[in-house]
């Protein structure tokens, strides 16, 4: 053997036990050790070599297998077809690459079009139904066995138990694949539970998914907002439809769930459209897709491209860059937020996590940490969760020198030397100084900042500045300062001094649920500020408001009203409002009601989680809009809430304007009175 080719030799014989090894931690033991990326460039570095070397791929190369082993204690079910994986590419010209590979097989000039799909991170099943009757679920496996989880699927409210009988021809048997999935939401929801009652958190929400459904007792995966999405057909020679693009129609007659974020693409142009597009809006998607699959939508190319020993030649996975990377934890910091929670941050070896890189990262609180198993000096696997905050996830305990060491949380505040104190049954350590400078730093950022009143030139930066050079120390201060005080700062100059000083003056004039918000009182949000500020209407009522009355406004709970008449019993804070209204700070009335959704169809599908569907009727109809139960081209909004139903998908083809609750909340809240 010629050197190269005994050097690929041994490098693959490495590259296979590797990818089994990880294969085994991830499929198996659902506890990966690298990430997802990562584990993606081992793979394929195999591929390529194997790729070169052909002869030297080995009965046992990872390539030759759709997955790893099952899971013992379900069933075991072989699938009637088996359940292939996607190939992956990483940037456009691999796209690219992939679809002169389809031309080239086909031997066609002409443009394909393709179907574009998000690619979703949430777990593979397969549903068969028997003449329209759901009878056998299951994972996918190896991709060849997997295992029944029949009870359990039945749970998860998206799958159709019976398919919808809309005249269209339903064969004896019908396979259907699609991805069952948490929404963000329900995966915060289902952690802030987990630490409530003292159970190790998920790393994602496809573990929380993975794991719902592995639950051998199905009353638990019941009680998990589970959901589903359909994206394919076991054997298309039976289905009434000869494309992708027309199969999703049929799913959705029969009465499937199917992404309303599709797109028939007559180009490669488009389809890479759609990617970026996708790209840019997936975090304004109630669920996490790490990036789109393309299928050639033809079924007939589709027959015709075949498959490779791995997956079909008809479509490609082109994946998001990576939201989970590994780096190394040097240090902890502790870091004290305004309402005086003590939160354990890790200083991290700079990496660069989607584009962003990422130096910071919370451990959340301390047992956090202590189930994590933290340590300084740990090999870290860090994400950049829902939105922006990065966390770290565990530790890579398997790299460990035995050279880390323990993290000791502080007793005493590190800003101010304060004790902290941790109350019984709660998860938060606090600093309970109320002049604690760490505090009142926060609480400034936050009262100027996005949740605030938004005051353009005001952000963390400045703010800490502001502070440092002794101009700002509460709230008050921020509507005493004046061009000659910010123009003689480094990095200011008239002009930057000029503008901070009229936007600070114009968001004097402000809402009262606004103001309420920017206080940053713990448990006070923008909603429960918007219900305060409409049930009470004045400041002085607000702050007048006993607990019992409090408790009367529908929606305000017991801790956020208890908090209130904690915050409002402070003399301090009382003459720190005083003072604001003095230095001309002017609370004006909000828009009166009546008028802002003339002309406006509302219609809702989903269940919202800040009020009922009652109750928002109602607020639609008091700001003048109407409210409808069909979908029709009158519609102008569709409020969408968790799990929508077929309103949403048949909204998308009007091109109807949707509104997930957040917006729907904005718009009723800011409109309201
Ligand atoms: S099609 C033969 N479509 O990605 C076609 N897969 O590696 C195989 N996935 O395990 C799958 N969203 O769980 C397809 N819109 C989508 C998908 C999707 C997510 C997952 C699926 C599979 C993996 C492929």
Redesign the pocket.
Known sequence: MPGDEQRAAERLAELRREISYHDHRYYVLDDPVISDAEYDLLFRELLELEQRYPHLVTPDSPSLRVGGEPLSAFAEVAHPFP????D?VFDEEEFRAFDRKVKRYLQRNEEIAYFV????????VELIYERGLFTLGST?GNGMVGEDITPQLRTVQAIPLRLRDVGRSLPEQLIV???VYLPRKGFAELNRQRLEEGEPLFANPRNAAAGSLRQLDPQITARRPLSF?V??VGDASVVPVRRQSELMDYFADLGFRV?PF?RRCETLEEAAGWYHHLLEMRHQLEYE??G??V?VDSFDLQHRLG?TTR??R??V?WKFPATQVTTRMTGVEFQVGRTGAVTPVAILEPVNVNGVTVRRATLHNQDEIERKDLRIGDQVLVQRAGDVIPEVVKPIVDVRTGGEQEIHFPQKCPECGHRLVRPENEAVTRCVNPHCPAQRLRSLIYFAGRGGLDIEGLGWKNMEQLVAAGLVADIPDIFKLRVEDLEELEGWGRKSADNAVRAIRSSARTSLAKFIQALGIRYIGEVNAGLLARHFGSLEKIMAATLPELLEVEGIGAQAAASLVEYFSDPAVCSMIARLLDCGLEIVPERTEGQQLAGRVFLFTGTLSAMSRNEAKQRVKALGGQVVSAISRRVTDLVAGDKPGSKLTEAEKLGIRILGEEEFNRIIGQQGG
Do not use: C, H, Q, S
């Not at 359940?83 to 996607?86: I, T």
């Not at 799909?117 to 593979?124: N, R, Y």
């Open positions: 359940m292939y994986g996607l992956n799909e998000p690619k979703l991170d949430g777990l593979a996918r694949r699609g991805e999405f994206y394919g992404n599709t897709i790490d789109i699959v299928k498959m997956a079909p008809w479509a996975a």
